[in-house]
Each structure stands twice: as structure tokens, then as C-alpha cells.
């Protein structure tokens, strides 16, 4: 033990600052084997592995570690999905620093375990063997399942019931799969291509994939019901942008961060003219947020060619929601944290073009209800800020279009579906729900838990009855 408590834990080579915020590529890199092998022997492979238990989908970690430290790389990979059929997407992008690196026993004194690096990195082995092997597909069970949406949470249930023998429909509103995976995370933290090659793994399995269909416009889910499906999940994120509510915000040149990014990663804007959708190239971007969405917005801008970018925050640096390692890599890349600072409201010229936007200073006063320490304006610290463009990200709300032709359907008062926390069972008989539209802007892997907890009660359904 005293020799594993030497090793430090390794770093991942990653793209140089400079280098990288002038392309979309994949800032880090991946261990190489052998430093995989090394950050696995740092483990203690524990009896009681606090690790486990910060993990929303019980991933078997010390296994699936001792498999790298034997360098069974195939092994590895066969135990973690067992229990997470998205490995590749959450080694990048889960917030391990919160889960189960929190609960990393090494934490205590030192640092944890890498063990998303380590995750990703047997992902990452497999699918660079070409094609995964599949499965034994059980018989088919005559049962038919429509999930709608296309995200992590819709994928898992995909996934899950495939591999139990019923029929898979997912039915996505936009022209491809993935759901935020493919429109809001960037190129350069997740690869579309390591998208793509899971969704081709669900068709091999036999998943169909139905796009272009806005479910609750196109076809309501009676519809859906009537035409055969026996069991319905529904997965339609929470994709609805929050804007300040301040003058000036409809200027041109100021967008929602959900537009901009998914003109930037669905729409291939940042390939113009080569893609047809254009994008906005700001000079002085001023983006409003600090939570993931913001730093995604931030880092696309300065890659879109921006020289000044700067993020717009009314709390302090301890309040920002956005994971640690996206703070760090956006400041290393030039973006400018502008903290304790609010909009009162945005100045144009006389085009009707933003030239940059009134704020104040703010001070934090007593914690509010979500636990942060609540911003108060400073009375006479107002002061002008200049920028040519500026991207609103400071969250999302359930997205309506299903759910407000649904009315069979019990929703909360912000319009979010109730659902049973356990099996992800709506107010609809034969209908489930899970992830961002049940819980609001949460996690992909916790997105990805609610759909392994509805698939498994969909089956029971499916086999036994509701
Ligand atoms: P979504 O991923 O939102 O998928 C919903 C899908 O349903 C979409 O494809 C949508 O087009 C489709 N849909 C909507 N309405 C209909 C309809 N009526 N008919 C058919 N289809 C419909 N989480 C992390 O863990 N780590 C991160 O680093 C991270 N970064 C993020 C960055 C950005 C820019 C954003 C926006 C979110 C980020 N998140 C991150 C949050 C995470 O992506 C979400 O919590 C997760 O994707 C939710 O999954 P979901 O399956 O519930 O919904
Ligand atoms: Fe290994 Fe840390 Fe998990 Fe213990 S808590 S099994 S050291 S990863």
C-alpha cells in the first residue's frame, strides 16, 4: 500500500492552450497503455469502495480497474457495461470530481484515482479494435417499445430493452440521434464520432431510429399506442432556453446558448461555407452563465475566431456551477471570468446591433434555497461593458412540445413530467419517463440511471403486466 500511495496520479497529455482554442479537436488526448497500468495500480481495489457509491449507475470500479492493472483491456470494457452502455461519452464528459472520484478513498489525503481517465481510456481500446462484438440477442419477445428522444436517457432504455428482446423504435426530432450529446457538448470535449459509432453499435443491435419526428406535433403518444407500441418511454431533455428577461435582449448579434451551439455542433457552423449554416463571428463575445453550457459557448466562440471572450457571472468564482476541469480549461485557452458582475440590459447602435451592455456589481448575501450564497446588487456601481456579441446561457426549462399536446401526462409546476423516482412510471398507464424532463438540466449519467431504472420496470411490464 505504501508503494501505491508513491505514484502520483498521472496526467493526461492534452493539446496545447494556444494551439487548441484555434480548432475543434479534442483538447485531451487519452493515457497511452502503459500509463493507464500505472494509474491503475494506484488503486486499493477496496473492500468498501467509496467510488462505487458516488456512481449513479453502480459501475463495478475496482473490477473493472484490477482488469487494467492485468492488462485485460477486453475485460475491463465487458464489466463496465455491464452496468453503462455509453463508456466512451462518460469518461469525457461525466463530473467525476462530484461522483465517484468524490468518493475515492485516495481523495482523503491525496488525489483520487483517474477514474474516468481510466474509463475512457478502455472505451476508447475497444472501439479502435473496429467493430465490437454483439452480444447474444435473446428471442424476440413480440413487444414493441417507442422511446422518444434521442439522448442518454433514451439511448439506455434503447439499449437495455433491445438486449431483453423487444422491438426498439426511438423517435428523435432532430435529423440525427444523440439529443445534447450531438447538439450541445462540443467537438472538441466530445467527439462526434465516438457518438456515432454508439448509436451504429444500437442499430447492429437492432435498434430503429426514426429522425425528423416531433413527437406530440407529428404523432401524439395515443397515436403511438394505437399504432401497436406496448410500452412508451419518453425522453425529451429540457432543452428550452432561459433568457434575463432585461431590455435589449432581442439586438442582433445576442443569441440563446442553445442555438448558438447547436447551429455550431448539429449544423457544422464552424465548417462554413463547406456546411451550409452561418455563425456569427464576434469580436468581444460576452457570454452569461458559468455553468457547463456557459464554458462550452465560451470555448466555441474563441474557436469561431473571437479575440476577447469573456464570461459574465453575478456570483463568485465558489458558486459556478460548471465542472472544474471546463473552468480550467477555458481559462488556460484565454476566457476571462467577469464575476459578481449582472446585465441590466443590452445597447445597440442605431442597426439594432448590440455594441455592449449595461451592468452592475454584485455583493453575495445569505444562502438561498439551492444552497448558494444569493447575489445583491451594489447600489451605484453601475458600468458599461462593451461586447459585439453575446450568448445567453443561464439554463433551461422542460421542453414543451410533447408534453403540451400530452395532457394525459401530470406535470409539475415548472411543466417538468412527474415520475416515479423508482421505476420512471407516469400519470399515464403504459407510459414512462426519465432524465432532464423529470429532473431538470441534470447529468448525462444521471439521465442514463433513469432510463435503467424505467427499462427495467418497462420489462417487468412488458412481461407480467403494469
Ligand atoms: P437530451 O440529451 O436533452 O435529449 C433529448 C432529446 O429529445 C433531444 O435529442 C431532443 O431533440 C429530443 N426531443 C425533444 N422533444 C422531442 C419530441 N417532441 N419528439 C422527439 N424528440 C424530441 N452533463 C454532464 O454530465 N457533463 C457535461 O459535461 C455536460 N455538459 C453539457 C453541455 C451542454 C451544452 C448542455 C446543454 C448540457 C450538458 N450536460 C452535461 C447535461 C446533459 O447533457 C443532460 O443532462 C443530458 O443530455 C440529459 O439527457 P436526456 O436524455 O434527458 O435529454
Ligand atoms: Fe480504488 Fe478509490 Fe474505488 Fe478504493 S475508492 S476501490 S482506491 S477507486
Redesign the pocket.
Known sequence: MADKEKISRQPMPEQEPKVRAKNFKEVPLGYPPETAIIEATRCLNCKKPGCVDGCPVGIDIPGFISKVKEKDFAGGIARIKETNALPAVCGR???QEAQCEAGCVLGKKGEPVAIGRLERFLADFERDQGDVPLPNIPAKTGKRVAV???????LTVAGDLILKGHDVTV????HKP????LY??PEFRLPKQILFAEINYMERLGVKFEVN????KVVTLQELKDEGFDAIYV?????LPHFLGVPGENLIGIYSANEY?TRSNLMKAYLFPEYDTPLAVGKNVAVIGAG??AM?SARTALRMGAEKVRIVYRRSRDEMPA?SEEIHHAEEEGVELHLLTNPLKFIGDDQGRVTGMQCIQQELGEPDASGRRSPKAKPGTEFEFPCDMAVIAVGAGA?P??TSTTPELSLNKRGYIIADPETGKTSMPGVWAG???VTG?????K?MGAGRAAANSMHKYLTWGW
Open positions: 464528459v461525466c463530473p422518444v428522444g434521442s439522448g442518454p436517457s433514451g423517435f428523435e426530432a432532430f444523440g439529443g445534447v450529446l450541445g457538448i419526428s416531433v413527437v406530440g425522453a425529451v431533455g429540457a432543452g451551439l457547463n453550457v462550452d465542472r421542453n412540445l410533447l432524465g432532464d424532463i438540466m441534470a447529468t448525462v449519467i439521465a
